[in-house]
């Protein structure tokens, strides 16, 4: 039997291997000095001998090598590959049923790899990648590949196309961007020996928007670290939808006031100079001190959620903390209309529960101007004050970033979510100019609101619209032009009504109106007290200075121009080519499969373009082009190498690690990289792995120890049939029947 080629021989081989039941390898091959295949012999996967390769004794690694051998030998001769001997007594059962399992018989298809790719690159796990795989294969038999497979070549094309992920890479990144857009704005921060300390980014889209939308801005830092330690710390404002945007964002190495100063600047130096008018944090020391030296004009807020969240802890051992002092703390916070009310308040309930001496809340109450709304009133937070913010944050990034995350795939990644995130602000806007709430009322005030709101906050004007059933508004004095009124309202606490009264303050020539509840000067909306005594007053038209810009839908906003990346996921010209054929083939494929004449025309044709372009195929572009390849994009190869981040531990009580047992205190020493080469062995040596798959070998004589010699076949494609065969110890039906006895192979 001769082949034209080793791919052929090793092809016709395999396929047999795979019918009986064994994988197959490459023992040993010889080249002449011009590199021409000389001999090759192939043979049984599970032959040679085992090699150890850890010293652990507790913990000896597997192996499969039994010392079979079977195998085949091939010498080349006038041009072609002569089969020469023939060795078929295997020492172990087969096992048809499962030798796709055999290393192989796997092999990630072209298709496949560019659909992981795409998966990958969109931030969708491998586990759904791997099981949408496995649905449109009809099971896990019909797949030529596992999910290990896939997750070995992900994480050999995440490293090929972000390179090493540290800092050089992201370097070269932030690089390669400024180059395209010199909107796009970023700063590392090294140390003395080149080692990164913290980085700062914003693209040019967020800095635009923050011309609209950056009066009022959230720092946090506590949501995610990245796999060097480094908390990731985002800039977030709200748009005219109440969404989240970004407005920049770093990964620093430390939280003290030095860090966040120099991350703080960094911010306004991207802004140009131009500060926020007021920002929140959570309760941090280092935070505090930054803010006020960079920011000393800005009102600073602390997260009331993140406060309220620590009282179990603080108070929880307190005799009386659930028979009173927990309801008179929030009663302090939030039922105080006035200052002097909240200091009553307070002294009432530190008093009555003998907390004089408790540092937690003295501090708290040192720092009441940060927290308490009742000295936060006159600011405008856009909504920002409580959970919204922190749980937007928290469903704005997952499912993108993780713990293990590199830095440049973390870049990467913060670019994905941004796309997310525009796509959804340019659906509410599509929304908010096509699709009408109907009104609740017959108030033109509503309707007003109505015509010029985003729908999102049409709804909370709405909300205080249909609020406006439940008051009872009562004029309290007059003073010329201006009218106060006490208007009564039922509010809804734990299923239970609670009555309040709120003070509203009417100018009746300014058409002036101003409640004690502070809506309107905290979150821009009109409050339904004030919306009351509009309508007593019978005011018809809401006067301009109630209707914010910032909540239009009809003003055209200058960012919703401005790209949020300039980096292209994949700018390979064969992925935009697969692309368009794709596209045209999904429409043939979906056209053809109204009918068996269709389908079968449509998969003759594509057959016989397949044998057409295969035979004209031009080289494949090897995976290490994977990475996205610019040439007129600057590089950071000239430049002082960047040295990744050294991994951080963060606050805290430092994780303890339990006492180990003497078994778990044996540790599997490395080999050296000499060592470690001969797992991995050129072509020519002894255990090369080959993964083609494609015929049949020929009938064989199987069962004895004596090599056999074949004269050449006329047509080595053919596919021959195999009658019953006595194979090692036990009995094979090869072709017609799935019969599997003796000892069977997992």
């Known amino acids: 039997m001769v082949f034209n080629s080793k791919e052929e021989l090793i092809s016709y081989y395999k396929s047999y291997g795979k019918q009986c039941g064994f994988g197959i390898s490459t023992q040993r091959s010889h080249r002449f000095e011009d590199g021409r295949l000389r001999y090759i012999t192939l043979g049984c996967a599970r032959g040679g001998k085992a090699r150890n390769r850890t010293t652990n004794v507790a913990r000896p690694r597997p192996t499969s090598k039994i010392g079979c051998n ?12 002569k089969l020469l001997t023939v060795h078929n007594t295997h020492n172990h059962g087969l096992s ?38 496995v649905q449109e294969a009809g099971g896990f038999e019909n797949l030529p590949f596992n999910e290990k497979d896939c997750r070995n070549y992900i994480d050999k094309a995440r490293h090929l196309r972000l390179g090493k992920g540290g800092a050089g890479a992201l370097h070269e990144y932030f690089a390669r961007m400024q180059y395209k857009n010199n909107g796009f704005f970023s700063l590392l921060d090294m140390d003395d020996n080149g080692r990164l300390k913290n980085i700062f980014w914003a693209d040019a889209r967020s800095r635009a928007s923050y011309k609209y939308f950056g009066e009022v801005v959230t720092f946090d830092t506590t949501y995610l670290t990245n796999r060097y330690g480094m908390p990731f710390a985002p800039f977030v404002g709200v748009n005219h939808h109440g969404q989240s945007i970004l407005l920049g964002a770093g990964l620093i190495s430390n939280e003290d006031t030095e860090t966040f100063t120099w991350l703080f600047q960094s911010w306004l130096n991207c802004m140009d ?39 179990p802890e603080k108070l929880g051992s307190h005799g009386a903390y659930k028979d009173g002092l927990k309801s008179q703390l929030l009663k302090c916070v939030y039922d105080s209309q006035t200052i002097e009310e909240f200091e009553k308040c307070w002294e009432v309930m530190i008093t009555t529960y003998n907390l004089q001496e408790n540092a937690w809340l003295g501090s708290l109450y040192a720092e009441r101007t940060y927290w ?8 405008f ?33 913060f670019d994905n979510a941004l796309r997310k995130k525009i796509e959804n602000e340019n659906a509410a806007d599509f929304h908010s100019f096509n699709v009408t709430i109907p009104a609740v009322s017959i108030s033109p005030l509503e309707k007003i609101f109505q015509a010029t709101y985003t729908n999102s906050k049409f709804r909370e004007v709405q909300k205080e619209v249909i609020g406006m059933v439940g008051v009872l508004p009562t004029l309290h004095r007059k003073d010329g032009v201006i009218a106060t009124y006490h208007v009564e309202d039922e509010v809804c606490v734990d299923d239970f009504i609670k009555e309040v009264t709120q003070t509203v303050y009417f100018n009746e020539a300014e058409v002036d109106v101003k409640c004690s509840c502070a809506l309107f000067e905290m979150r821009g909306i009109l409050c339904r007290h004030a919306l009351a005594i509009m309508r007593v007053n019978k005011v018809k038209k809401v006067p301009e200075k109630y209707i914010l810009d910032r909540w239009r839908k009809d003003i055209k906003r200058t960012y919703t121009f401005i790209r949020s990346t300039y980096d292209s996921v994949d700018a390979r010209p064969e992925v935009s080519r697969y692309s368009r054929i794709l596209k045209v083939c999904y429409d043939v494929a979906t056209n053809a499969a109204s009918c068996d004449e269709h389908a079968n025309d449509m998969i003759d044709k594509l057959h016989a373009m397949n044998i057409v372009y295969r035979t004209k195929k031009s080289p494949q572009r090897p995976l290490e082009h994977v990475a996205d390849t610019i040439v007129d994009a600057p590089t950071a190869e000239n430049s002082k190498k960047v040295l990744s981040p050294l991994v951080v531990r963060g606050k805290g009580r430092p994780p303890c690690l339990r006492k180990k047992s003497m078994i778990e205190r044996v540790k599997p020493t490395t080999k050296k990289a000499t060592q470690k080469g001969k797992r991995k062995q050129p072509h020519g040596r002894d255990i090369d792995r080959v993964d083609t798959c494609r015929n049949l070998f020929g009938q064989t004589n199987v069962g004895t120890q004596e090599s056999v010699v074949f004269e050449p076949l006329q047509n080595t494609t053919e596919v021959l049939d195999f009658g019953e065969t006595q194979l090692g110890d036990g009995t094979y039906e090869a072709l017609d029947g799935t019969e599997d006895h003796g000892h069977v192979q997992g």
């Not at 079977?70 to 590959?81: D, M």
């Not at 590199?406 to 990467?412: Q, R, S």
Request: charged share 25%; aromatic share 10%.
């Open 70 to 81: 079977a195998r085949i030998n091939a010498t080349f001769f006038e041009g072609v590959l």
């Open 96 to 133: 048809p049923q499962k030798s796709r399992f055999f290393r192989c018989n796997r092999e990630v298809s072209l298709s496949v790899k560019r659909m992981l790719d795409t998966n990958d690159q969109a931030g969708i796990r491998m586990n759904k990648s791997f099981a949408a795989l």
């Open 273 to 311: 100079g131009e500060a926020p008018k007021a920002i929140i944090t959570d309760q941090d020391r280092a935070m505090k001190n930054a803010i006020a030296l960079v920011f000393p004009n800005t009102r600073h807020r602390f997260c009331l959620w993140h406060i309220l969240k620590k009282v």
């Open 372 to 379: 308490a709304p009742v000295f936060l009133k006159e600011v």
């Open 381 to 413: 937070w856009a909504g920002m004050s409580t959970t919204q913010r922190s749980e937007s944050m928290n469903a704005f990034f997952d499912g993108y970033v993780h713990a293990r995350t590199n830095l440049k795939e973390f870049v990467d990644q």
